[in-house]
């Protein structure tokens, strides 16, 4: 069982993550840390809330993260991809109850459990300011998983740069440069982590969740806006979700050790790069980058986790 803290900006791909931890029978999501990014923090959080209540797991804790990065810049929003309040065409009912904890709460996650994964598949701000807290606890955990980077492709919010290095590149480099045993999820592969208009109408057909409904409709409002940047696609890519595939997934992955690190000015910022002069593991690389997968295995593999009973 992977025990998992997830830092998320829900936002569309990032709410398909969530649900596809809380679905998948070897996930034990043990807390949610909820900041700015596709949406503002308060609407990740009541985004996050609203998906807790809809699986009956109230009792998972949400903590309130970071407001805007570490950069200082304003942040930017996408309500045109990901709608008004972050899940496409649903508005979460007010006054969910939450089980709102405070950011130390993080800590108290890492030193109660030793085994913690963390998946951070948001702006990487709220990490950043742990590994800044609590250097020492933080890198006492055994493995964190980053949605973020581009290598060899195009970024996808400017020509170099990938939305969650962007989004606050010092924090990213906060994290790489800090924590022990980093895997990347970048776009090169998360790009191709598509799934088709008929697959999200496949796991209604047989889902025996509570989230039969809103799985399809986000997935088509985001193939929607994915229609208008890329018209060849069928369907969006679910770059967070993806991630977490990675995580449960490993041995399936074709994946190389190198040291990656993000610009933070200029036109290049938000770049993710790293020395990929040969095929050797150059001495002291710290960070493990998804390459390639099988798509045809990640999209089983998604339809039967997002189809499942909540365990």
Request: net charge negative.
């Amino acid at each position: 069982m992977r025990k998992l803290l997830l830092f998320a900006d829900p936002g569309i791909d990032d709410s398909l993550a969530i649900i596809y931890a809380l679905l998948h029978p070897d996930i034990d999501v043990l807390g949610v840390v909820t900041s700015f990014g596709n949406v503002s923090k308060q609407q990740a959080t009541e985004n996050t809330a609203y998906l807790l209540k809809l699986a009956g797991r109230e009792d998972i804790p949400v903590i309130e993260g970071a407001t805007f990065p570490l950069s200082g810049e304003y942040s930017v929003y996408y309500p045109e991809i990901h709608g008004a309040e972050g899940l496409g065409p649903i508005r979460p009912p007010n006054g969910i109850q939450v089980n709102l904890k405070r950011f130390s709460h993080v800590f108290e996650l890492i030193e109660k459990h030793p085994d913690l994964t963390i998946a951070d598949i948001g702006r990487p701000t709220s990490l950043a300011h742990a590994f800044n807290l609590n250097l020492e606890r933080l890198q006492k955990v055994n493995d964190i998983f980053s949605m973020g980077g581009a290598f060899f492709v195009p970024g996808n919010v400017t020509a170099l740069a990938e939305a969650n290095y962007h989004g606050d590149p010092v924090a990213a480099n906060v994290v790489l440069k800090y924590a022990k045993n980093v895997y990347i999820a970048p776009l090169n592969v998360t790009d191709r982590a598509i799934v088709t208009r008929e697959a999200a109408a496949h796991i209604e057909s047989i889902s025996k969740n509570p989230f039969k409904d809103l799985i399809p409709a986000v997935t088509n409002y985001y193939a929607a806006a994915y229609a208008k940047l890329r018209p060849h696609q069928n369907g969006p890519s679910i770059h967070d979700a993806f991630a977490l595939y990675y995580m449960m997934n490993m041995e399936k992955i074709y994946s190389v050790k190198k040291t990656v690190s993000v610009c933070v000015q200029s036109d290049a910022r938000g770049m993710s790069f790293a020395d990929f002069r040969n095929h050797l593991t150059p001495p002291g690389a710290k960070h493990t980058i998804a390459l390639n997968f099988n798509y045809q295995d990640f999209l089983t593999d998604f339809i039967k986790v997002m189809s499942s009973e909540i365990s």
